[in-house]
Structures are given as C-alpha cells and as structure tokens.
C-alpha cells in the first residue's frame, strides 16, 4: 500500500547509543565542585605544608633559642658572638631553608600527580 503523503513522520527519540565515557575518577572535579573528597584532597595538602613548616620551626627554635642564654654567659665575648651567629648558625639556617622549599615544592608537585591523574 502506498502512504498517504498527508502522513507525517514519526521521529523517535530515545537513550544515545553512544556515550561518551569519562576517564573513571577525576579528582580535579571533586576540588572544583568542593565535595568532601575534594576537601579532604586539599586538607591533605595543607596538612603536608603547615607540617613542613612546624618542622623548620622547631629546628630554628632549637637552633637559635637557647643563643641568648648563651651570650649572657659570655659577658666579654663580642667577638665570639659574631662569629657564632656568622659561621655557626648561618650555614644550618641556608640549608633549612633550602630543605623547607625543596619539601614544599615535592608537596604540591605530589598533590598535582593526584589530581591530574598521572
């Protein structure tokens, strides 16, 4: 039977047969969209830093408190005092600031790997 040319076309609208799959887990999205997982990525990186810096603290609060102490014991050593602060405790204080932003710098570069996925 021929059809009619008045009938109009049905068109029929259903699921995609193809979906575009996403890559799993990105955990970038759980940081943009603020999520828990998100926070707990993020507070784990604050975690890593505030612990770094806690650390160089209590090697300069080591290091350099009990100084005073020790140039009141001292009362003609003016000279001495100079060179201590000059040769004994510049060089411990050079290489704990290098150690501080070498362990930063692997915090954040470990924190990207994670997020990027790589």
Avoid at 54 to 68: I, K, M, Q, R, S
Avoid at 70 to 88: K, Q
Avoid at 89 to 117: G, I, M, S, T
Wanted: hydrophobic content about 40%.
């Amino acid at each position: 039977m021929p059809q009619d040319p008045t009938e109009r076309r049905v068109v029929v609208t259903g699921p995609p047969r193809r979906t575009r799959r996403l890559n799993g887990y990105r955990p970038r999205t759980e940081i943009d969209e603020q999520t828990t997982l998100g926070h707990a990525y993020v507070r784990s990186l604050i975690r890593s830093q505030l612990r770094a810096a806690l650390t160089v603290f209590a090697v300069l609060v080591l290091l350099v408190g009990p100084l005073p102490l020790v140039f009141t014991s001292m009362r003609d050593g003016a000279d001495l005092e100079w060179i201590v602060l000059g040769f004994c405790v510049y060089p411990p204080l050079v290489l704990l600031a290098r150690w501080y932003v070498r362990r930063a710098d692997r915090n954040e570069k470990d924190f990207v790997r994670l997020v990027e996925d790589r």
